[in-house]
């Protein structure tokens, strides 16, 4: 069974096709965020994304693992691969972390593992201040509202992207829905973010 089969989530997929016509931020365990307009799903496997209407740009927006931006006309995305999707968006958040410094990318490799010890940990953790990484290099810090289906659903406050040494704010983005299946911690309490910039 290959890793991306593993972590398919049918929840988020169903989750996702509430969001045709929307600008949507997707995040993948291969460590890339794509940021754009979500067309259309294709045979419940792709997400058709083109320029996000609150994008500073006029193309699709990928930040790489290494915190490059890539922009592109339209992008089609497996949607087996994503680990978590942002949305209601008020401005661009790939914008907001474009002054990364730090080269060094921060990749986590993925492990085949039971991860029900950790969403009963989360689900005690409903109402309060948590951050959750998972496969990918993500970290999302912001205070979990429900924890059902394979999916955690958080108000954001941040979310830390491999390769930069910026986070997404709550500024750009209101909530996110995490794939149960991808997370590889939960901590609770506030966070500080101490970046190891060279």
Request: hydrophobic share 40%.
């Amino acid at each position: 069974m290959s890793f991306y089969c593993r972590i398919k989530n049918e929840e988020l997929i169903c989750d996702l096709k509430r969001e045709v016509n929307s600008d949507i931020l997707l995040l993948g365990a291969d460590g890339f965020t794509y940021f754009g307009r979500l067309q259309a799903i294709e045979d419940c496997r792709m997400a058709v994304l083109t320029p996000a209407i609150t994008a500073v740009t006029s193309d699709v927006e990928i930040i790489t693992p290494g915190g490059c931006l890539v922009t592109v006309n339209f992008a089609r995305i497996d949607l087996w691969s994503i680990i978590a999707k942002g949305s209601g968006i008020v401005c661009d958040p790939v914008y907001s972390t474009l002054s990364c410094d730090d080269d060094t990318p921060i990749i986590r490799e993925g492990q085949d593992r039971e991860y029900d010890c950790l969403v009963r940990s989360l689900k005690r953790l409903i109402g309060n201040n948590v951050a959750i990484t998972t496969t990918g290099g993500f970290l999302f810090e912001g205070v979990p509202s429900e924890v059902c289906r394979d999916l955690a659903i958080l108000t954001v406050d941040e979310i830390f992207i491999p390769g930069c040494n910026k986070f997404i704010s709550d500024r750009n983005i209101r909530s996110v829905v995490v794939n149960l299946e991808a997370i590889t911690s939960v901590s609770g309490g506030d966070t500080k973010c101490h970046c190891c910039c060279r």
